[in-house]
């Protein structure tokens, strides 16, 4: 699987069509599944300006809805601008970008909103938003 | 996997420091110069199993590397479930001399990882004369408390999996996945409010810019090595420490986090070498 992508759209628009692949990437991913086995919840991802609505059910990403109702409720926010996306899903990425604690502190992207599901499940959410390496190509 | 027994001997060590009675496990292997090693905040000795195991290191230096109190099959002194768990400054230096004389050590080599790297510049500040060389991996002498600690130790949050989850990002994407899981697996059987208990003194006692200046490494070499991925003890902060002390060797490991010596022990091995080389090099000289 690979993004279709033939230089045309913004960034931006490229990082929005990647998440929205996150159902089929981890559909298959019993592992994983099995980790966010207790986490059922929407979180929102910001890129720049978009944001992307989340939803989790036990473990399993069921959609990513980028065009969402105006005060829509969700646990928590995790926010980045395109460009920090784009270097979180290099398959070797640069120091500052390998990890969503890393980007934090840092300073490339912000975690927000009521925290304990997602410290609760931490290393599955990490895992869920580093599944488009595996199909993120550089520009 | 061919059957074979490693060459790591562990055994318990029963003292007395500052007052209180300890029983600390510790392994070693190797002749020479003691090389004593401390394990990072919230795991344990295992980390440094691969140094034990080294022959071209274990052939000059005796490597011994002991769990802290509360850490791996070290017991926590008598009395530990009616108090809250916060590492001193002075604790940890006083449990570091403390088992280096009661294991009758003639001046040791220190080598420590993450608190243990930043303890050997404490060790160093008060106690010059005391260690042959200090080497602080992922050292700094200023450590802020950048996220609340308090998700580390709290019962609606699992301590093992949140404390293995918070460090999994402080390794290098290009370690070895058996190694890294390994790493995570000594924060995934860590004491519940170790680790947050272990990393209190970066809070309360970890700036210590002013003092590392009077660091005096023509007493005790220092030497300082630091991954490029360690967002927590960056190599901006391992340079800057450098940078203030007089004589402090300081390098930067690529493609290592804040785990070197158990995350990718090849690639560790190519840092450390040459500084054991250098360290062994002086003695004999």
């Known amino acids: ?139 | 996997m061919k059957a074979g027994i490693e060459p790591i001997l562990g055994r318990y060590l029963n003292c007395k420091i500052a007052g209180t009675d300890y029983r600390i496990y510790f392994e070693e292997a190797g002749e020479g110069t003691p090389l004593v090693c401390l394990h990072t905040a919230g795991s344990d000795a295992r980390q440094w199993r691969h140094i034990l195991t080294d022959s071209e290191i274990t052939r000059n230096y005796r490597v011994i590397a002991f769990d802290m109190p509360r850490h791996g099959k070290s017991n926590p002194p008598v009395g530990f479930e009616r108090e809250q768990y916060r590492l001193g400054r002075q604790e940890y230096i006083d449990l570091i001399c403390g088992f280096c004389d009661a294991m009758e050590l003639e001046k040791p080599v220190v080598m420590g990882c993450s608190i243990g790297g930043r303890i050997v510049l404490d060790l160093g500040l008060a106690h010059p004369s005391k260690f042959a060389a200090l080497i602080g991996v992922q050292c700094s002498d200023h450590h802020k408390p950048w996220y609340d600690s308090t998700w580390m130790h709290r019962p609606d949050v699992h301590g093992g999996e949140i404390c293995a989850a918070i460090v999994s990002g402080m390794m290098a994407p290009q370690s070895p996945t058996v190694s890294v899981q390994e790493t995570l697996w000594y924060y995934k059987q860590s004491g519940p409010g170790v680790f947050k208990g272990d990393l209190y003194f970066y809070g309360a006692e970890g700036d210590i810019r002013e003092e590392v200046s009077r660091f005096d490494t023509t007493q005790c070499p220092l030497y300082i090595l630091t991954g490029e991925y360690d967002y927590s003890c960056t190599p901006e902060n391992s340079e800057a420490t450098a940078g203030r002390i007089a004589g402090a060797k300081m390098t930067r490991m690529k493609e290592l986090g804040h785990f070197p010596m158990s995350e990718n022990p090849a690639q560790f091995r190519k840092y450390l070498m040459p500084v054991l080389q250098d360290v062994h090099q002086t003695k004999a000289n």
Not at chain 1, 34 to 47: K, N
Not at chain 1, 79 to 89: G, M
Request: aromatic share 10%; proline share 6%.
């Open chain 1, 1 to 139: 699987m690979e993004v279709d992508d033939a230089g045309e759209g913004t960034l931006q628009k490229r990082v929005v069509d990647t998440l929205s692949k996150l159902p089929e990437l981890a559909r298959d991913d019993e592992v994983l599944i099995h980790a966010g086995r207790y986490a059922s919840l929407d979180f929102i991802v910001t890129i720049g300006t978009q944001v992307c609505f989340v939803t989790v059910e036990q473990g399993r990403v069921v959609k990513v809805d980028s065009n969402p109702q105006k005060m829509r409720s969700s646990a928590f926010t995790l926010a980045a601008e395109p460009e920090d996306w784009d270097r979180f899903w290099q398959p070797a990425p640069e120091p500052g970008w390998h990890d969503l604690f890393a980007m934090n502190k840092r300073g490339h992207a912000t975690i927000d909103g009521n925290l304990l599901p997602f410290m609760q499940n931490l290393q599955y959410f990490k895992d869920v938003m580093a599944l488009p390496r595996q199909i993120w190509v550089k520009k």
